[in-house]
T-cell receptor, first 110, second 113 residues
Framework: GESVGLHLPTLSVQEGDNSIINCAYS??????FIWYKQESGKGPQFIID?????DKRQGQRVTVLLNKTVKHLSLQIAATQPGDSAVYFC?????????FGAGTRLTVKP | ETGVTQSPTHLIKTRGQQVTLRCSSQ?????VSWYQQALGQGPQFIFQ???????GRGNFPPRFSGLQFPNYSSELNVNALELDDSALYLC????????????FGNGTRLTVT
């Protein structure tokens, strides 16, 4: 079956550097994509979303890029801070059904 | 604005027992979705409720059932608990038909012994 997946399970960056978290999806019918951040002991927290008619969307310190040709999604975090340490999930949304990947653990080193 | 709240936060049950988890949706939201998150994995879709009816279901057996109430709150019931049911159960809400993101509660940690 089709599923959402991530290229790397862990990512370690220096404080102040930029972070890039990648995600591959396989359901070409998905039309809405979301990035969530999950800290220990908490539920997933919405970061940013993008619809399939866009290829880039920017928020505060975060940018999501969507490449529909290769079915790839990425989350860029500028000037990564210790508070950004968490597990990041991409999710694809199709027909009222949201599916998550396994997640990438981001660790920010001081 | 009140966010999604879940109760209890932690629960320990014995194999074979039944459990009920509760969720209050975010104010203004009319759709509730339930997810199971095993340790180190992403959330897995269980089902969604809208207008007090199941509106989509993932690959979970019938012993996982739910309810939605007129105030949009919801329950997840699991019968005949198995050890593999140990997980974090997440509730999320949004507004049906608006293409809005799910807003999650902090979950109920269920341990089955």
């Amino acid at each position: 079956g089709e599923s959402v997946g991530l290229h790397l399970p862990t990512l370690s960056v220096q404080e102040g550097d930029n972070s890039i978290i990648n995600c591959a999806y396989s359901n070409s019918a998905s039309d809405y994509f979301i990035w969530y951040k999950q800290e220990s002991g908490k539920g997933p927290q919405f970061i940013i979303d993008i619809r399939s008619n866009m290829d880039k969307r920017q928020g505060q310190r975060v940018t999501v890029l969507l490449n529909k040709t290769v079915k790839h999604l990425s989350l860029q975090i500028a000037a990564t801070q210790p508070g950004d340490s968490a597990v990041y999930f991409c999710a694809e949304y199709n027909n009222n059904d949201m599916r998550f990947g396994a997640g990438t653990r981001l660790t920010v080193k001081p | 604005e009140t966010g999604v709240t879940q109760s209890p936060t932690h629960l320990i049950k014995t194999r074979g027992q039944q459990v009920t988890l509760r969720c209050s949706s975010q104010s203004g939201h009319n759709t509730v979705s339930w997810y199971q998150q095993a340790l180190g994995q992403g959330p897995q879709f269980i089902f969604q409720y809208y207008r007090e009816e199941e509106n989509g279901r993932g690959n979970f057996p019938p012993r996982f059932s739910g309810l939605q109430f007129p105030n949009y709150s919801s329950e997840l019931n699991v019968n005949a608990l198995e050890l593999d049911d140990s997980a974090l159960y997440l509730c999320a809400s949004n507004v049906q038909g608006t293409g809005s993101p799910l807003h999650f509660g902090n979950g109920t940690r269920l341990t089955v012994t």
